[in-house]
């Protein structure tokens, strides 16, 4: 295990019901320290996202539990700021554009190899790191 990654004491919620995609999500992230929560239903999921306060949310485009993007909105109503790794089935542009308004940080396909999926969490913790300097404009 990398103990000196960026990856280490990071509390990562996976939202899916998918066991292929859980295995290969886990593959990804536990040599590096994450902590992985794993949540198959809606309400695991939006309980945990409340509860752990979780550094990332890995959501699972295609789950029939959860009923399209309605739980990952009740996240992002109660928790604005929760950075989001999108899993993609189809990875068309204009459904990368459809969730980007729902505020996910980042789009991947849900069948993307372990390093795909570690590069994408870097890349999201990454972005949640980085202070804004946000002025309004006049």
Not at 31 to 47: V, Y
Not at 79 to 100: C, Q
Request: glycine share 6%; net charge positive.
């Amino acid at each position: 295990m990398n103990t000196n990654g960026v990856l280490n004491g990071k509390k990562i919620l996976l939202m899916t019901d998918d066991g292929i995609v859980a295995d290969n999500v886990q593959k990804s992230l536990a040599p590096h320290g994450a902590l992985l929560f794993h949540d198959s239903t809606p309400k695991e999921a939006i309980g945990n996202a409340l509860a752990k306060n979780p550094d990332l949310v890995i959501y699972d485009e295609r789950m029939p539990a959860y009923c399209g993007l309605k739980p990952l909105s009740v996240i992002k109503r109660a928790r604005p700021k929760s950075k989001v790794l999108f899993l993609a089935r189809n990875g068309t542009p204009l459904r990368s554009m459809d969730v980007t308004a729902q505020g996910v940080s980042f789009t991947i396909q849900s069948d993307s190899s372990p390093q795909q999926i570690y590069n994408a969490v870097k890349h999201c913790l990454a972005i949640a790191s980085v202070p804004r300097n946000e002025s309004k404009a006049e």
